[in-house]
């Protein structure tokens, strides 16, 4: 079963960083995009950015392009999310998701069923 758990997420103050990563198990990673998914209280889910099976491609929404970067390790099968410049807007649950397909697709949340169990990002001073 398609297995995928998040850490790194924490308490950070406006301006600061976060790196958040998700340990992948039970597919084959290299062969699916993947996505971070968000969902700050009382909001509606928001997709923040997708990866292809190779790493080559990568999109972002409009809210977090150019603070965040998504990566990935393909020999580990884990996937990373670079958080910097975090603003009190980007307090939320970070989800870490797999794709249907290889290619990364914009502004497209995949399948909940998919998902990891999520880490909290709060930024607070």
């Known amino acids: 079963a398609v297995r995928l758990v998040e850490s790194g997420g924490g308490l950070v103050q406006p301006g600061g960083s976060l790196r958040l990563s998700c340990a992948a198990s039970?597919?084959?990673?290299?062969?699916?995009?993947m996505s971070w998914v968000r969902q700050a209280p009382g909001k509606a889910l928001e997709w923040v950015s997708t990866?292809?099976?190779?790493?080559?491609?990568?999109y972002y929404a409009d809210s977090v392009k150019g603070r965040f970067t998504i990566s990935r390790d393909n020999a580990n099968n884990l996937l990373y999310l670079h958080l910097n410049n975090l603003n009190t807007e980007d307090t939320a649950m970070y989800y870490c998701?797999?794709?249907?397909?290889?290619?990364?697709?914009?502004?497209?949340?995949?399948?909940?069923?998919?998902w990891g169990q999520g880490t909290q990002v709060t930024v607070s001073s």
């Open positions: 039970g597919f084959t990673f290299n062969e699916y995009a």
């Open positions: 990866i292809s099976y190779s790493g080559h491609t990568t």
């Open positions: 998701a797999k794709d249907a397909q290889y290619y990364a697709v914009r502004d497209m949340i995949p399948d909940r069923n998919y």
